[in-house]
């Protein structure tokens, strides 16, 4: 049944204007500003559960409500799309099969918007196809969650992407990768090329982070599902390899120049290496 009340917030000439300017500086602390509150904690974030099974939606939130995490839940994405306009939230746990407008298509509007780039997303499905985990990586969740699952389990998940997404306190020290003029501190998520910082999302920033710690040495496609999506190895095999292909498209043209240090290794798969004479 189509949801005539969905008003498409992402389509005005405007884009998607925030009611607040949370977002921006939410998404400004994942690039690397300072915080109010420090380093992430349960305690301190907030998540929203898009969800419109009110039993599914009520145990999560009782589980996640139950380990410190402040949670809203939205039953469709009207509800979502309200919420998050009035403050954007630290994570999305983001059901696929929602009434009207469909988790898949909340995920690819909120991509497009600065705002909401690069906001964690954690995706429940019903289904079990394998199709359905590729084109949510594909769309560019997180992490993704086949149903039935444990609560604890999510909780465990939501906890995980929080950490990879967490700032340190700048006194922490924290590791550096280097390529040519290309630096990533990965503990304060921040990436930068000539010293300007590079916008990346969750997923680009660990595929790029993977390819570093290997400078130089060609990884398979495979290897590279297993560090930048976080998944166990048994996963990977089920996860088709043209996403991590889309993605170091996408990773390529942020990094303009530098795109082509990223080489296609044919057969293979990837690897990171700078060109004599661009070294510094
Ligand atoms: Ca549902």
New binding site residues.
């Given amino acids: 049944m189509p949801d005539d009340n969905f008003r498409p917030p992402f389509d005005s000439p405007g884009g998607w204007a925030l009611a607040r300017s949370a977002g921006a500086s939410r998404s400004g602390r994942r690039a690397g500003a300072a915080t109010e509150s420090g380093p992430y904690s349960s305690s301190a974030a907030r998540v929203l559960v898009v969800?419109?099974?009110a039993d599914i939606a009520a145990l999560v939130a009782y589980q996640l409500t139950r380990e410190g995490f402040r949670v809203e839940t939205a039953a469709d994405s009207n509800q979502a799309l309200s919420s998050i306009e009035r403050e954007v939230p630290d994570l999305l746990v983001l059901?696929r099969?929602?009434p009207g407008v469909s988790g898949d298509e909340i995920l690819r509007m909120l991509r497009k918007q600065p705002a909401t780039r690069g906001l964690p997303v954690l995706m429940l499905t019903?289904k079990r196809e394998q199709e359905d985990r590729i084109e949510g990586l594909e769309l560019g969740a997180d992490d993704y969650l086949t149903k039935p699952f444990s609560p604890k389990e999510l909780a465990l998940r939501v906890r995980s992407i929080l950490r990879r997404v967490a700032q340190p306190t700048p006194e922490a020290g924290g590791r550096i990768l280097r390529a040519g003029t290309l630096a990533v501190d990965v503990s304060a998520h921040s990436a930068t090329l000539d010293g300007e910082s590079l916008q990346l999302t969750p997923t680009e920033f660990r595929l790029l982070e993977a390819l570093l710690e290997r400078r130089g040495r060609t990884q398979s496609r495979r290897q590279l599902l297993e560090r930048a999506w976080d998944v166990e190895p048994e996963a990977a095999r089920r996860i088709h390899t043209r996403t991590v292909d889309m993605h170091v498209r996408r990773l390529r043209a942020k990094l303009g120049h530098a795109g082509r240090w990223v080489e296609t290794v044919r057969g293979f798969g990837y690897r990171i290496r700078v060109p004599e004479g661009e070294r510094s």
Wanted: charged share 55%.
């Fill in positions: 969800e419109d099974e059901d099969m929602l019903a």
